[in-house]
């Protein structure tokens, strides 16, 4: 017994020994392995913003501290003199681009070496959101660009016109009758949502969401599956961005399969229902019928359809639900730039024969100028993210005139929303100055990125401002708008969701104007 109790204690304390020896190389090499990229840009002679072990410069947006937007724009404001800067997504060196000539550069004469979003999707796994123009690049962009462009011309958007006023219309409807029942004040983003997501259902799909007569409409419930903020979707977006062989591995899909199939079914039903009562309603499906039998074109399945229709459902509900909101936040918190508004609305309605048109629309300058500035002061998209995919020299960014060399596969970081507010291009930015867009050609080009710039600036754009306008004009000639103290003010940016959102809400007041 003795002998036994002199022995197996030194015979733990070495396996112990040897246990803690091995923890501590497996963590050393751990470390070693999370910091090896670190030197990346200091070799090559370029500022950096310090990361920190295993998660780079974004651990704050992991943690869901701050979103990636405000990440990207503390380190555009970080670094004022310098025309790139370098950054760590994990141990992946990226870089973030200051200079405007060179984002020109990226968006247009390079476009070739930047043609790829940051954002992986697995066509297995998703065929149909993998459809999508925004995840696709090479030819099957190509392809799908032209399709959906064809679908978002102007003519076809003054076809839809009607669609869109007469939705706006039941939204005024909507306001009155809340106002009726107590419903003051109103979370703007979700009165915006409801918005977006009829316009969608009837533009796009030829159907009525009923967003305004039912808060549970099937709609609407299945759009907020795909993009109605949440921790949920903001983790899925930052695995398909940082961890693209987790987002195969764990086969995360961006449009969950029974919204797809919803979706599918949708148009499925309408398409035979129209070929079988010969109805021509001048919608997106109208338009996507067309192509599909237009013979230079190629042949578009009904997957192909619904993946558009998908896109269509992105560009028009959640970012333009966002531009709305912050927009009538703005006008609220600004009175004077809203009677001075309503004043523009009031006067070309009453030179057009008390008819509101798209024409008329078109015609609103100062209309134009205040959406112009909110999109300046509150992008939806903070960021946009693009993949180098050839070997790229970018000019010196020191004394010593060498140039430096980017390799493929890069990340690049265009920081909207930083440069939105640097009062280089735009002074006094906090402010919000409508004027400022009154001569478009004193913005500085490559300053000013709200849609994006070049090949790649979204496809929808002209359907995302025509329908914005229309709910503005409905509801400031209908109603004054206040804000409520239940907004926080100064605003706060919700850091658990990929675009720009205020933390608590935008709630406003609406007060029925006298005729």
């Not at 996507?288 to 399945?301: E, H, I, R, Y």
């Not at 970018?394 to 440069?419: H, W």
Request: aromatic share 12%.
């Amino acid at each position: 017994w003795i002998l036994r109790s002199t022995i197996w204690p030194r015979a733990s304390i070495t396996n112990m020994f040897y246990a803690l020896l091995v923890i501590v190389l497996v963590l050393a090499v751990l470390y070693k392995y999370a910091n090896n990229t670190f030197d990346y840009w200091k070799k090559r002679n370029v500022p950096f913003h310090p990361p920190v072990t295993f998660f780079g410069n974004l651990r704050d947006s992991i943690t869901m501290k701050r979103s990636l937007g405000q990440i990207y724009t503390e380190i555009y404001n970080s670094y004022p003199n310098a025309p790139y800067v370098g950054f760590f997504k994990m141990r992946k060196p990226g870089l973030l681009i200051r200079d405007i000539e060179i984002i020109k550069n990226i968006f247009i004469k390079d476009f070739n070496s930047f043609q790829k979003n940051d954002f992986f999707v697995d066509e297995n796994v998703d065929p149909i959101f993998s459809r999508n123009p925004f995840v696709q690049h090479g030819e099957r962009w190509k392809t799908s660009r032209s399709q959906l462009s064809y679908c978002f011309t102007s003519g076809k958007m003054k076809h839809m016109f009607p669609l869109m006023h007469a939705i706006s219309q039941n939204m005024v409807k909507y306001i009155e009758n809340e106002i009726k029942l107590g419903g003051n004040p109103f979370e703007t983003k979700e009165l915006a949502g409801k918005f977006t997501s009829d316009n969608v259902a009837t533009c796009a799909f030829g159907m009525d969401g009923k967003s305004f007569e039912d808060p549970n409409s099937e709609f609407r419930s299945v759009g907020r599956r795909i993009l109605q903020p949440s921790i949920s979707l903001n983790i899925k977006m930052l695995l398909m961005t940082l961890f693209p062989a987790c987002t195969k591995l764990l086969k995360i899909r961006f449009v969950p399969q029974d919204a797809a199939d919803y979706f599918k079914n949708i148009i499925q039903t309408t398409l035979k229902y129209r070929k079988d009562n010969k109805i021509v309603r001048n919608d997106f499906l109208d338009v996507v019928t067309q192509m599909k039998f237009k013979s230079d074109d190629p042949p578009l399945d009904e997957d192909d359809i619904t993946a558009h229709a998908i896109s269509f459902f992105g560009d028009g509900f959640e970012t333009s639900s966002i531009a709305l909101s912050f927009t009538l936040y703005n006008l609220a918190a600004n009175l004077d730039v809203q009677e001075k508004l309503r004043d523009e609305i009031h006067k070309t309605i009453e030179s057009n024969d008390g008819e509101l048109t798209y024409e008329s629309v078109q015609s609103m300058t100062y209309l134009d100028c205040v959406l112009s500035e909110s999109l300046r002061m509150h992008p939806p998209g903070v960021s946009l993210s693009k993949i180098c995919t050839a070997t790229y020299n970018l000019p010196p960014c020191d004394e010593s005139g060498k140039e430096v060399e980017i390799e493929a596969d890069t990340p690049i970081v265009i920081p909207v929303y930083g440069l939105h507010n640097d009062p280089k291009y735009f002074p006094n930015p906090e402010v919000f100055d409508p004027e400022r867009f009154s001569d478009h050609s004193t913005i500085v080009k490559g300053s000013y990125l709200p849609f994006g710039e070049g090949a790649r600036i979204c496809v929808g754009m002209k359907f995302a401002i025509l329908q914005v306008k229309i709910a503005i004009i409905s509801i400031v000639q209908n109603f004054d708008i206040r804000v409520n103290k239940k907004t926080k003010q100064p605003l706060e940016i919700d850091p658990t969701h990929f675009l720009l959102l205020a933390k608590g809400g935008l709630w406003l007041d609406y007060h029925k104007l006298d005729k």
